[in-house]
């Protein structure tokens, strides 16, 4: 390795990590040579967040238009997609027409978007990589407290609880700067593996995968039965206690046993370590990410009402959302029901709201699409031609090589990315967009708080912004509204849209956010944003009441049989970001965890007569993927592990299921019956 003698800064910029959800402020330097470096501002960083000005100047970045391949014009492309939208909605109407976005994209760029699809395009097929991520919080939130915020309250406000349990959740490897916020309580983590966040828990339960609505009832049942609930509170801000009351009444300890595998001794231990204490309870994708996550998330928040948790200080339930502007990319439009400041498309008053805001009349604006999942099922079919942006569904979605045949059945994919994804592979135009460093924008991070990411440089040659190209299709369309490419602009025009809704931005600028930031609400430009959502105990429901919802424990939509014995569960490892896109191409992340893996009881390993490091095809009725086996008595012996970061013979997707949750169309990417056997290295 060579050193290079530092050279004089050129210029700096403070921004934010172009990565997760907590958003770690990051000050970027170029110097006189181009080469940028970043480093953290405040708190901390993880490796991603160090290494990430890498994909800045990498080789394979992108910087032309590709049309079936070949470099074209800027003006080639464009002339080319804008007539393929006239000539297919000619022929198919204007649904054939769809849109796929995604949770990183910025404020503004969802907010456009939204726009764009309903009036350039005039499609209602729009929806994104979020029904993923955090739509089972979103919907258990909505329905129980009547708004959708990931965090009720600043992160810091965890430093002051006694206990935080956290529930499917991995943050030592998914945030790992999050974890000096949680380290000063008692940990309860709930995780079928002993993960690096479980290594520093107090107490860690060990479900089967797909049986924490089971082990949340348990536990109110325990609560109910040694007297630790809050009365008052129940009495004073709540609905519903009685019929929840009656359904935990048959979950039984050693009934939970039998469903989740977690002792009943351990059970007790985790109600006692709740009670009478400073308690938040947070869930993320080890919960959430299943065909009944709306109803597991429910059965959390029924326990923290309970015991009176919510809008007590350092206390209550939160969800962890996961990408950069998860919950920011919720809420202005881009999901297939929604309209900007989370209103829904279906309420007349809302589509009026937006309509005069857009100058547009209400009758134009469409109905509501549908789901990520469903949105791919329909490709070939209803939905000819399919833009996508901010996600690589080839590596991510669920039964993944479905969707890569069905991707491939559209007259035309079109997508803009800054790498050649796995998807942008199979487009008929690949158009090149600028990255985080080379733009301005806002995020929403996991409290809810707003926050700008400020351009250190502009774009590199031959590359454009998503809101550009936005512009130059809506042009060639002669579409109505207004389509600008100043992010400032839009983020005003943003305000106003979400100006009365439940995500109300109105009152914040980007003046005001030059050097501060706000939890929303912000209502007015005089408000200082809401920190903490519940802190009155009033609920922005109908009756300013939580309600507690009646849910009971159901099955995974597979279970381990003879022919499929063992549970697959997937998720993240340290270094890899997602479909690995980006992190995929940084040199300085490799390592051990830059491959494919399968993590194994060594008990399990044996029967199928696999040891350490040898490859294992691992098949579900659906597909299957290859990996070499690492032996570990982290895991239960039922249920194997793989994450999802990788491509092609490699992908966990190719044998996860599709099979969606009723009411937030998650699909159940952490359970599903698989059989492993040994494989050849390939
Ligand atoms: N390094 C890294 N960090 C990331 C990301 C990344 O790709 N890489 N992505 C970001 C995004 S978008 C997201 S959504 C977050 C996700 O953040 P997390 O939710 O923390 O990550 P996961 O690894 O998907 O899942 C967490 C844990 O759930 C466990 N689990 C599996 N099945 C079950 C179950 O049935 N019940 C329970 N209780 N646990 C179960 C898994 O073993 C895993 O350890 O991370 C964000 N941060
Ligand atoms: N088996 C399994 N599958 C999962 C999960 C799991 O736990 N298990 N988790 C799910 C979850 S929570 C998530 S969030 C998804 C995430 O998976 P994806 O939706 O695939 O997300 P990314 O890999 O982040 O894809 C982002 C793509 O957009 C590009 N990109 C980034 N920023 C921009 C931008 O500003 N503009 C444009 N035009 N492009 C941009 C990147 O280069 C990359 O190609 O995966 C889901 N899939
Ligand atoms: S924790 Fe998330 S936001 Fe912070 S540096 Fe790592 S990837 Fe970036
Ligand atoms: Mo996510």
Redesign the pocket.
């Given at each position: 390795m060579t050193v290079r003698a530092a050279l004089p800064v050129l210029r700096t910029a403070d921004t934010h990590c172009p990565?997760?959800?907590l958003q770690c402020g990051m000050r970027l330097e170029e110097d006189t040579d181009g080469k940028v470096t970043a480093s953290p501002r405040g708190g901390g960083m993880?490796k991603?967040g160090w290494t990430s000005p890498e994909l800045l100047d990498h080789p394979e970045r992108l910087t032309t238009p590709l049309l079936h391949g070949e470099p074209v014009s800027w003006e080639t492309a464009l002339d080319h997609v804008a007539d393929r939208i006239r000539t297919i909605q000619a022929e198919h109407g204007k649904d054939a027409v769809g849109v796929f976005g995604g949770?990183g994209l910025t404020n503004e760029k969802v907010y456009q978007l939204g726009k764009w699809t309903r009036l350039a395009l005039g499609s209602k097929h729009i929806d994104y990589n979020g029904r993923f991520?955090?739509s089972s919080a979103a919907g258990a939130l909505n329905r129980s407290f009547g708004i959708d915020r990931g965090l009720p309250f600043p992160k810091e406000d965890l430093q002051d609880a006694d206990v935080i349990v956290l529930?499917?959740?991995?943050?030592a490897?998914?945030?790992p700067p999050l974890m000096r916020f949680l380290t000063g309580a008692e940990l309860i983590v709930?995780?079928?593996?002993r993960?690096a966040?479980a290594e520093q828990a107090q107490l860690h339960l060990q479900?089967?995968?797909?049986?924490?609505l089971a082990l949340a009832n348990g536990l109110l049942h325990i609560a109910i039965e040694q007297g630790y609930l809050d009365h008052d509170y129940i009495k004073g801000h709540t609905n519903g206690f009685d019929e929840v009351r009656q359904t935990v009444a048959g979950y039984w300890p050693a009934f939970v046993e039998r469903i989740t595998g977690v002792s009943v001794p351990d059970l007790y231990a985790a109600a006692r370590l709740m009670a009478g204490k400073k308690t938040a309870i947070l869930t993320?994708?080890?919960?959430e990410?299943?065909a009944k996550g709306v109803d597991t998330v429910t059965a959390w928040i029924n326990l923290a009402l309970a015991l009176g948790l919510p809008g007590k200080p350092s206390s209550g339930y939160g969800c962890?959302?996961?990408?950069g502007n998860?919950q920011g990319g919720r809420e202005h439009g881009q999901k297939a029901d929604q309209l900007p400041g989370y209103r829904m498309i279906t309420d007349p008053a809302a589509r009026e709201h937006v309509a005069a805001v857009w100058g547009v009349d209400p009758e134009t604006l469409p109905g509501a699409g549908v789901s990520a999942v469903e949105l791919l099922r329909k490709c070939g079919d209803e939905v000819k031609m399919l833009f996508v942006l901010g996600s690589n569904p080839v590596v991510s979605a669920p039964r993944a090589a479905r969707v890569a045949d069905r991707l491939k059945d559209l007259d035309c994919l079109v997508s803009f990315d800054f790498v050649m994804s796995e998807t942008a592979r199979l487009a008929e135009v690949v158009l090149p967009v600028t990255q985080w460093a080379e733009e301005d924008g806002t995020m929403t991070n996991l409290e809810g708080r707003i926050i700008r990411r400020k351009s250190l440089r502009g774009a590199p040659d031959g590359v454009h912004s998503d809101l550009w190209i936005m512009k130059e299709l809506a042009a060639r369309l002669d579409a109505p509204g207004a389509y600008s490419t100043d992010p400032e602009e839009i983020f005003e025009e943003l305000g106003r849209a979400s100006a009365g809704g439940k995500a109300d931005y109105s009152g914040v600028s980007y003046e005001r956010l030059e050097d501060r930031t706000f939890q929303w609400p912000v209502p007015s430009p005089d408000h200082d944003g809401t920190p903490r959502m519940f802190a009155d105990f009033k609920f922005p429901t109908p009756d300013g009441r939580a309600k507690f919802i009646a849910v009971d424990h159901r099955h995974p939509a597979e279970r381990r049989d003879r022919s499929y014995p063992l549970y697959l569960?997937?998720?993240?490892?340290?270094?890899?970001?997602?479909s690995g896109a980006q992190t995929r191409l940084i040199e300085s992340l490799d390592g051990p965890d830059s491959e494919q893996f399968l993590q194994i009881h060594p008990d399990t390993a044996v029967r199928h007569g696999i040891g350490e490091g040898d490859w294992v095809r691992i098949t579900s009725r659906r597909g299957s993927y290859t990996a070499p086996a690492r032996l570990t008595t982290d895991i239960r012996p039922d249920t194997v592990?793989s994450p999802f970061?990788f491509p092609g013979a490699a992908n966990a997707n190719a044998a996860v299921s599709d099979v969606l949750d009723p009411i937030s169309r998650m699909p159940e990417f952490?359970?599903c019956a698989v059989k492993i056997a040994p494989a050849a290295k390939p």
């Open positions: 990565y997760c959800a993880c991603k949770g991520c955090m529930v499917g959740a991995n943050p490897e998914t945030m709930i995780d079928p593996r993960t966040t479900p089967a995968p797909g049986t924490d993320a994708r080890g919960s990410q299943h962890i959302t996961g990408q998860g569960t997937t998720g993240r490892v340290l270094t890899q970001y997602q592990f970061h952490k359970v």
